[in-house]
């Protein structure tokens, strides 16, 4: 069968560097960042964001997939940045494997909730989240 490599997203925060890995609670913060996390999907669901459950696997139950994809690791690598580094402040977070559609269209949504640059390099470009927009056009 295909092997998945498990992807992973870097944040650097305090001179140290960050790792998130999808669904992980093993960070020192992971209440904080899971709690915020929650808020945060609240805030994008009233902006009109719904989550893109085509990146999650198939033989997974439906209702679990929503969460699947919520806690995937660039969204716990920005909860943790927002919630540590000086409001306005930019976000920056390095992806090992390529951006899903659902993560996409989530930072974009949270860089217009949270008046934040977030700048995701992922293994195929650097996407810079601004307003609601990315610099790549949605073409990745």
Same mark, same amino acid.
């Given at each position: 069968?295909?092997?998945?490599?498990?992807?992973?997203?870097?944040?650097?925060?305090?001179?140290?560097?960050?790792?998130?890995?999808?669904?992980?609670?093993?960070?020192?913060?992971?209440?904080?960042?899971?709690?915020?996390?929650?808020?945060?999907?609240?805030?994008?669901?009233?902006?009109?964001?719904?989550?893109?459950?085509?990146?999650?696997?198939?033989?997974?139950?439906?209702?679990?997939?929503?969460?699947?994809?919520?806690?995937?690791?660039?969204?716990?690598? @920005?909860?943790?940045?927002?919630?540590?580094?000086?409001?306005?402040?930019?976000?920056?977070?390095?992806?090992?494997?390529?951006?899903?559609?659902?993560?996409?269209?989530? @930072?974009?949504?949270?860089?217009?909730?949270?008046?934040?640059? @977030?700048?995701?390099?992922?293994?195929?470009?650097?996407?810079?989240?601004?307003?609601?927009?990315?610099?790549?056009?949605?073409?990745?």
């Amino acid at each position: 069968g295909v092997v998945k490599a498990t992807g992973w997203s870097l944040a650097e925060y305090g001179g140290k560097i960050h790792k998130f890995i999808a669904g992980d609670r093993s960070h020192e913060r992971s209440k904080d960042i899971y709690s915020f996390l929650l808020k945060l999907r609240q805030k994008m669901r009233q902006s009109g964001y719904f989550a893109d459950k085509n990146c999650v696997l198939n033989d997974i139950e439906e209702e679990d997939k929503e969460e699947m994809v919520g806690v995937h690791s660039e969204k716990l690598a @920005i909860s943790f940045a927002l919630l540590v580094s000086e409001p306005g402040s930019v976000i920056r977070v390095v992806k090992n494997l390529r951006v899903c559609s659902d993560c996409h269209s989530a @930072i974009k949504i949270i860089s217009k909730l949270e008046g934040r640059e @977030i700048i995701v390099r992922d293994n195929n470009r650097f996407h810079c989240f601004r307003d609601g927009l990315c610099s790549c056009r949605d073409f990745w």
